[in-house]
């Protein structure tokens, strides 16, 4: 199949496929003679893992990781396990950043509890007081990244 049916069979995007495989994700598809890229259901599959991969918020690393144990499988999964571990510290780090980030916003909220002109909105003015910016933030940013 050509990409775009892989694309549609998979309900991926062109331009993530072709992300796949320059990095190395995806394995290079043979060309046509006329230079058209030629997948198999091998790489849907693999396709289709990866892209479970990445709805659970996993990185490259650690997909391309996964897919090596994937390639060997008779070797321990031990290592499988402690990458899914990790994984998910990460994202119980992600939540207390995100409730701390809602707490702020929240808060935020509450110095404009009614519509007022611009120059008296307490939203506008908190986020212009340098001072009270700096209470609002955790040790760590609390932007969390990935999230959009």
């Known amino acids: 199949m050509k990409i775009g049916e892989l694309a549609k069979a998979t309900g991926s995007q062109v331009e993530n496929i072709r992300f796949y495989e320059r990095e190395g994700l995806l394995p290079q598809a043979e060309r046509t003679e006329g230079n058209y890229r030629i997948y198999g259901q091998d790489h849907a599959e693999r396709l289709a893992f990866i892209r479970n991969c990445r709805n659970l918020d996993m990185t490259l690393n650690e997909i391309r990781a996964l897919l090596r144990f994937k390639a060997a499988p ?16 990460h994202v119980a ?56």
């Open 74 to 89: 008779t070797e321990n999964c031990g290592e499988v396990n402690a990458l899914l571990d990790e994984h998910i510290g």
């Open 93 to 148: 780090d992600r939540i207390r950043e995100l409730k701390a980030l809602e707490k702020n916003l929240k808060a935020l909220r509450m110095q404009c509890m009614e519509a007022n002109a611009s120059k008296d909105c307490g939203i506008l003015q908190g986020l212009s007081d340098t001072t009270e910016a700096a209470s609002r933030k955790s040790p760590r940013s609390l932007h969390v990244h990935g999230s959009h």
